[in-house]
């Protein structure tokens, strides 16, 4: 038994070192500015309780190139995204025959502020809510409209609609509503938990060797910040979740199912990882 886990922890490390971690490269010493106008909080003070002293944006850590197309809302593509919520926020939908901007006016006011306190405790499911999961609850419960499902319908431009509100302004979560402690300590537990055939834990990419390289990609700290954010690679907006996902896929894991009590906790942890970061949706990665 004990000679068989050893066979297998070295078979792990082979294929660890396969995916081989590289020479460390310092973040962008640079400033996020957007549209030469409003200055993007990218690095702050970490708060109490955090590993590392100091948050940094992921887009310290993308190239030149992304980082000008961050900065200028006409060249961001993921702006195209955010037209689109707008135009659903205005459309009636559903038995009712309301929109979201029937009860909710002008988002600029209502939703000013919102996306950066989220997740919430939300008390009528006894679970936090992130912006996907409250859109749903009020297509369903005020509007008469189904629920979206993952990723599809309005759900994703809705959201960076939505986030795109509060765009500047840094995340803050209460944690001391409800049981967003016990969420945030599950969220913590799996962020450190290593998993699948790479017997990687986020934090072995994105806290132990942020700055390092794998393959082509500069690891940055896995700040949620700029969620959903405009993807190059792929020509889309991906969602935080569809994110999470991908990132455990490539540990060769099983990986949870979007909204599942794992990456609610586990988006709890980390929107709290990079609390006083601004709001920078929709952010652009490669
Ligand atoms: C019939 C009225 C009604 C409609 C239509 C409606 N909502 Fe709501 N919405 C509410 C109410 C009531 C609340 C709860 C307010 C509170 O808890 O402070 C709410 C809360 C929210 C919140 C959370 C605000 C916060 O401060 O946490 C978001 C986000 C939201 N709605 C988005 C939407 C979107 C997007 C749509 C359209 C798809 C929509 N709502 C349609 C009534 C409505
Ligand atoms: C094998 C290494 C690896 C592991 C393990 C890993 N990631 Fe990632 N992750 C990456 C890479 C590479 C990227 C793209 C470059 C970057 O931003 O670091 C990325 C990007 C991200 C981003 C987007 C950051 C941004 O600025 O847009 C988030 C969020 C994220 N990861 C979260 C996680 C979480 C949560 C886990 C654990 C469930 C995890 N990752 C595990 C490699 C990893």
Redesign the pocket.
């Known amino acids: 038994m004990r000679k068989l886990l050893f066979t297998g922890s070295l078979i792990a490390a082979a294929i660890v070192s396969q995916a081989s971690f590289t020479a460390f490269a310092a973040p962008a010493d640079d400033k996020l500015v957007i549209d030469e106008e409003l200055e993007m909080i990218t690095r702050a003070k970490s708060v109490e309780g955090h590993p590392l002293p100091e948050v940094i944006s992921g887009w310290h850590f993308r190239t030149p190139e992304t980082r000008a197309i961050e900065s200028d809302s006409f060249q961001n593509p993921g702006m195209l995204g955010v037209e689109q919520g707008e135009e659903i926020?205005n459309t009636v939908e559903g038995t009712e025959g309301?929109s979201?901007a029937?009860?909710?006016d002008d988002a600029s006011v209502s939703?000013k502020g919102?996306g950066a306190a989220y997740p919430?405790w939300d008390a009528d499911s006894g679970k936090p809510i992130n912006?996907e999961l409250?859109?749903n609850k009020?297509?369903v419960e005020?509007?008469g409209a189904e629920a979206y499902k993952f990723d599809k319908g309005g759900q994703k431009p809705?959201t960076a609609f939505?986030k795109h509100q509060s765009l500047g302004m840094p995340v803050a979560l209460d944690l001391a509503a409800g049981d967003m402690q016990k969420w945030w300590e599950q969220g913590k537990e799996t962020y450190y938990r290593r998993t699948g055939q790479l017997n990687l834990s986020c934090a072995s990419c994105h806290e132990k060797n942020q700055g390092k390289y794998i393959r082509a990609d500069h690891l940055s700290q896995g700040n949620v910040n700029g969620f959903p954010t405009y993807r190059l690679k792929q020509n889309k907006l991906i969602s935080l979740h569809n994110r999470f996902r991908g990132c455990i896929r490539d540990t060769r894991a099983e990986f949870p199912a979007a909204f599942s009590d794992t990456l609610m906790g586990l988006e709890v942890y980390t929107t709290w990882r990079g609390t006083g970061l601004s709001v920078e949706t929709p952010g652009v990665r490669q």
Do not use: P, Q
Request: charged fraction near 20%.
């Open positions: 926020w309301k979201c029937s009860c909710h939703m919102v919430k912006i409250r859109i009020c297509r005020n509007m809705l939505i």
